[in-house]
């Protein structure tokens, strides 16, 4: 038998768990875990200044460093309360977290609720639709299991947030613990969820028989590069990703066609997928968020190959290969290989790829921003600047569609964003956290000024720990999502407007370097300069006057698709409205 605290065996589990570093805000409830951590020379906790940002920093963790799990040490009750936001978008996007609540005694909770002093918050209850799983802790027995138990969860099947509660007598007070204790093992799948044979075949010949297939891959996909690789070239098909999956298909390769097709699309990807009568969709299951809210008209034939159990839209008259998508993606390409050794030739489609895609980017170039910052122009350059393995990082808005239809992005997990739960305040403590996980690249943040306006002030975090992170808002003084969306029924608020923001004070004030861009000349030495700075690990903010002016085809076919969705009726109401506020002012 070994005698050891609660906390102490919090340490040895994460430890065990391969945990460089948690995130929260210490409190009274989780003091005595901080205080184990400190001693560890492993795992370094990291005060944020809001739970929210910490589930953020978790967030980033697990999506910019493969075979990492992001994981919070916060309180429950209002710790939780804080955080939802980050482990709701984790959640929808299928991002394994580890979420660890300091709670309060067992011995007074009991003798609160006797005394029914107040009424009280169960974090389990509040955390259960947004979580896969949730544990309390009931003694110390209890701290290793459960905190493995809930590890294998989140990574397993389709990945996601889970929530272990440990009240605070238990991480203080100490009890004899048999020995030896045990190592952490991954769970391994059953054998008996491997897919058959004879869907493998079935898959192959749908894919070799279509006149058109095309090839749709999501975040589920990213760390399968190679694979999607030889599978498109196999079968010469195009390939587009997810918003989500942007960073899942090199876009350097000539069958990239774009993100997304059909009316959300970009030109090439639209063209390319027009006929398309097979889809393969690897690690999307085709929802709302993967398809731009739905707007693509999807053919009949379609072949999933995915990690996930749930059920899936049109599973029924789909092909379904679940698995490890790696394998199963290289299982399906022997198949093919066997009924027809010789890769598809597509010159045709490939010429029309590069011709769409070089006639798009120049019309973005060729786009008056009077005197603002053209965003075709900023990406180019950035593109220029920063290596090829650079993370980008956007928040939620405008930009985050800017960013994946102009920024070239070839590297897996080199783009994140809060696409799923469209949560803002993202971009800055997921810019800290993908630098503290991957500190030997360029980490670099696309955020705009009303979600800066959220969480910029974690960009202490940053000055704290002497993070080389470069922060680009995109500056124009409203919040332009919704402003631009006003248009289409001419309605007018001032609740937009963000007003005069002297974004160098702020960073001045945190002692965070600035460097404005106020024109399209200003960007190259602008970058220049925000890398070098960022390479004597200080953080820099960019301040760059966007010019939003000409809309995203991303954001346009989602308003024209959602608009559409509306009744004759409430299309003409709409108009009435829009009729007299015009003539009203």
Known sequence: ?????????????????????????????NAEIYNQLSQSKQITPLLVNHEMNAAFMADAVSRTRAGSVGTMLIVSGSGVTHAISGIGEAYLAGVPLLIIAGASSLSSASSSQSANSRPSIDSKEILKPLTKATFSVSDHQQILETLFAAYNIAIKDRPGPVFVEIPADIQILSADIEEPLPLYTESRDEADELTSDTDFNTA????????????????????????VTALAQQIGAPV?????????????????????????????????????DCLLAIGTNLNAADTASGSVDLPKNIIYITSEKQNLDHQETATLLHGNIQQIATHLLYKIQEQQPAAVSRKALIDDIASHKALFRQE??????????????????????????????????????LAAELMPINSPRSFISPSSFNAMGYCIPAVNAAKLANPEKQVIGIVGDGAMLMSGME??????ENLGTIYCIFNDGKLSRTSHSQPLNNSQTNCTQLGNINWGSFADSIECGYIPVRHNSDIEVALRHALETAAHNQPVFLD????????????????????????STNKLGMLGRAIVRKLTG
């Open 1 to 29: 038998m070994i005698n050891k605290s609660g906390a102490w065996l919090i340490q040895y589990a994460l430890e065990q768990l391969g945990i460089s570093h948690t995130f929260g805000i210490p409190g009274a409830e």
């Open 204 to 227: 192959a010949r749908q894919l070799l028989e279509a006149q058109s297939p095309g090839i749709i891959v999501g975040w589920g996909a990213v760390d399968a590069h190679s694979e």
């Open 240 to 276: 587009c990703t997810t918003l989500s999956g942007v960073s899942s298909f090199p876009a350097q390769h000539p069958l990239h066609a774009g993100m997304i097709f059909g009316p959300a699309a970009i030109p090439s990807a639209e063209n390319a997928f027009k006929d398309c």
């Open 364 to 401: 973005w170039l060729n786009h008056n921003s009077r005197g603002r910052v053209n965003p075709a122009v900023f990406f180019d350059r950035l593109q220029a600047a920063v290596n090829n393995d650079a993370i980008i990082i956007t928040d939620d808005g405008l930009h985050t569609y």
């Open 459 to 464: 960009a202490l975090t940053a000055v704290r």
């Open 544 to 567: 760059i006057s966007i010019d939003y002016s000409r809309h995203s085809n991303y954001a346009l076919g989602v308003e024209k698709t959602n608009a559409a969705r509306f009744s």
